[in-house]
């Protein structure tokens, strides 16, 4: 099977294609750049690297999300147009689970920078989620891993937390790592294909405008999306 796979999720952005769990390229940009304006140069820049045409994909593999807002919806409505012009399966991967390095021992926390001392936090162990990702303060996150009585390590982007790490759980391990979207790919490769017409991000945290003004509607069973 040949695989597009691509992560705009968090600032860095990460493309792959492989075929089967082979990588035959990959790049990952991590700097601060618009993923709208270099998202489909990198897929073409790729995709000629190969001698390969769009019509040589079988599958779109995205991380869904968490992440940023911007991010996800760029990937996700270039994922679903590529999968809908092409009529090729489209699946999603948790933007959280693809941070998880393999063979890593115990409990691992990928987190990812939610603003305002919250992550979205992921738990895993052995690859299998041990409790649900969520949108959550740090603080919470560092009360569930000392609680875990286990070897912890943290993934992601822990560089902004790790004084608090560190002090709260000093015999926890911190690997920071990027984006990667081989490991999206080789996650979604044996993903049932998803419904391109329901395929949504998962934000995990509804956007700040859609709470505030929540706030003054909770009892009019107005629609926020129909209001705008």
Do not use: C
């Amino acid at each position: 099977m040949k695989v597009l796979a691509f992560d705009t999720s968090s600032k860095a952005l990460s493309l792959a294609i492989l075929e089967d769990k082979q990588v035959l390229a990959e790049m990952t940009i991590n700097i601060k750049k618009n993923h709208s304006i270099t998202l489909m140069p990198a897929i073409d820049f790729l995709m000629a690297s190969l001698d390969w045409t769009p019509k040589d994909l079988d599958r779109i593999v995205v991380a869904e999300g968490p992440g940023s807002y911007t991010g996800l919806r760029i990937a996700v409505a270039t994922a679903k147009t590529l999968a809908h012009t092409l009529n090729i399966e489209l699946v999603g991967v948790s933007s959280l689970l693809a941070l998880v390095p393999e063979q890593v021992e115990g409990l691992v926390i990928p987190v990812m920078d939610a603003r305002r001392n919250n992550v979205y936090a992921g738990f895993y162990q052995s690859g299998q989620a041990v409790w649900p990702e969520a949108h959550l303060p740090l603080a919470e996150v560092l009360e569930i891993a000392g609680a875990a009585n286990q070897s912890v390590t943290f993934v992601g982007e822990t560089a902004d937390f790790t004084e608090q790490i560190e002090v709260a759980l000093p015999q926890a391990t911190l690997q920071p790592t990027l984006p990667n979207a081989a490991a999206v790919g080789r996650l979604g490769l044996d993903l049932p294909s998803q419904s391109i017409h329901d395929f949504v991000p998962n934000y995990l945290k509804r956007v700040e405008a859609e709470e505030n003004w929540l706030k003054n509607h909770t009892e009019s069973g107005e629609s926020y999306i129909k209001r705008l």
